[in-house]
């Protein structure tokens, strides 16, 4: 259980963070976005990124919390029912790289593909408190996400796999030396999810391998990261779940979008490609990471 969750509430870094990603690979295209209340503090924050072979161009904006914790500069989830979500968005994004503003519509549906899994069944006492500065509770669940996006004048129809989550507690972004949260899926029937979080008082390790129709629980998880000009480029996973079964995943990242945190931390979202057992996925792997 959330250990004085009502203590924890009253904090000026209290936080509700809803996050959601998808790859779709015959278009080539992914995007990631997160919307994030800080109520103590009247902060809202969203980002918003779409990659390409072309193009990584995206939005990050702050606004006072208002009356609408899942809406800010364009960005919208609505919750349906039965495990979907309709995700739009329809503003500006910017590509850092030369400059360009892209006008963007996006109208997205996404779909659950397996049981909400709780980052809770993974960490005991230990872990609840070495994560309490990041999130004291945090769900998982992967799925399919289905609909149109518009790039200036060019329409995608899109249809792709990714992963969503929930975190509510106190998120002080300096508190972590380090985080790595990556996921893929490898098909509607197998994903998986792994976050590392390294502070100074140690590690936490969690997530879930989604095969077999059941959610593994991620008690462990080793990770081999090699940097390039201190950019995620390839890494090594070996993750055991609470059943004592082993997975060993190979990840390489083809591209990825860089989003300050603050003046000491980097969030890196990168597409990157993984082979598990031969099989071959696509996901999000984010490493927060500290500036040189």
């Known amino acids: 259980m959330i250990q004085d969750i009502e203590t924890l509430k009253k904090h000026e870094d209290w936080n509700e963070s809803y996050y959601f990603n998808f790859h779709d690979s015959e278009n080539n295209l992914t995007a990631f976005m997160r919307i994030g209340n800080k109520v103590n503090k009247n902060e809202k924050m969203m980002f918003f990124y779409i990659m390409t072979d072309k193009l ?22 609505q919750e349906m029912g039965g495990d979907k979500w309709k995700l739009t968005y329809k503003g ?37 408190e070495l994560s309490k500065n990041v999130a004291s509770g945090h769900i998982e669940q992967f799925g399919k996400a289905s609909g149109k996006i518009k790039i200036d004048d060019q329409e995608y129809h ?35 999810n792994v976050t590392k979080l390294s502070v100074e008082e140690g590690e936490v390790d969690a997530g879930y391998f989604h095969t077999n129709h059941r959610n593994m629980a991620i008690i462990k998880s080793d990770v081999d990261l090699k940097l390039d000009n201190w950019i995620p480029s390839k890494f090594t996973m070996k993750l055991g779940d609470n059943e004592d079964n082993q997975y060993q995943v190979e990840g390489e990242v083809i591209r990825f979008g860089l989003i300050p945190v603050d003046e000491r931390m980097n969030l890196i979202e990168t597409l990157s490609k993984y082979n598990w057992n031969g099989k071959e996925g696509y996901g999000i792997a984010e490493f927060l990471l500290r500036k040189v």
């Open 158 to 192: 899109v249809s792709g796999m990714g992963e969503r989550d929930e975190s509510i507690g106190v998120r002080a972004w300096s508190s972590p030396k380090m985080w790595m949260w990556i996921n893929s899926a490898f098909s509607e029937d197998e994903a998986f």
């Open 56 to 77: 990584t161009a995206g939005v990050k904006m702050e606004a006072p919390c208002g009356g609408k914790p899942l809406n800010i500069a364009g960005l919208d989830y």
């Open 92 to 128: 500006p994004m910017l590509d850092p790289s030369d400059e360009t503003v892209y006008q963007v519509n996006m109208d997205v549906t996404w779909q659950a593909l397996n049981p909400v899994m709780d980052y809770m069944d993974c960490v005991d006492e230990k872990g609840v």
